[in-house]
């Protein structure tokens, strides 16, 4: 499955708010519980941090659908 491209205008988008804004999740307390429970990738790896900041060519992944951030 290929991935579904994302623009921001910005130097970095936080991964909580990537999640929301990509539809991977519907609300802001969803990507909280499922980052915080081990269930999304970045980058090929997990990533408990929603707060981290996600730049253009970052891959995020869930339940495998994966966005990669453009700029």
């Known amino acids: ?37 081990g269930e999304v990738w970045l980058n090929g790896e997990v990533c408990t941090q929603r707060g981290k900041k996600i730049r253009p060519g970052d891959c995020v992944t869930y339940q495998g659908r994966t966005v990669e951030v453009e700029e």
């Open 1 to 37: 499955m290929k991935p579904m491209k994302i623009q921001i205008n910005e130097e970095y988008i936080k991964l909580d708010s990537l999640m929301k804004f990509s539809g991977l999740c519907a609300t802001g307390g969803e990507a909280k519980y499922l980052i915080q429970n």
